[in-house]
């Protein structure tokens, strides 16, 4: 959740090193939001399946 409000309100771009496709220094338009918006959900997801793991135990 702290990660969509430091991109929405102070404009953060997203580098993934391994993946250049989705660095969104390079796309200031509606793909690179939508590129972000698709991080975003990713690692989201992952952060919610270590948080179950955790809670599981």
């Known amino acids: 959740m702290s ?6 309100n102070f404009e953060v ?3 993934v090193l ?3 496709l989705l660095d969104t220094t390079q796309y200031k ?5 939508y590129i972000t918006n698709l991080v ?5 997801g992952g ?6 793991s ?3 135990m």
Not at 40 to 44: P, T, V, W
């Open 40 to 44: 975003l959900q990713i690692l989201d």
């Open 3 to 8: 990660g969509i409000i430091l991109l929405k």
């Open 54 to 56: 955790k809670t599981a």
């Open 13 to 15: 771009d997203i580098v």
């Open 29 to 33: 338009d509606s793909m690179g939001k």
């Open 18 to 20: 391994d993946m250049p």
């Open 47 to 52: 952060r919610r399946k270590r948080k179950d």
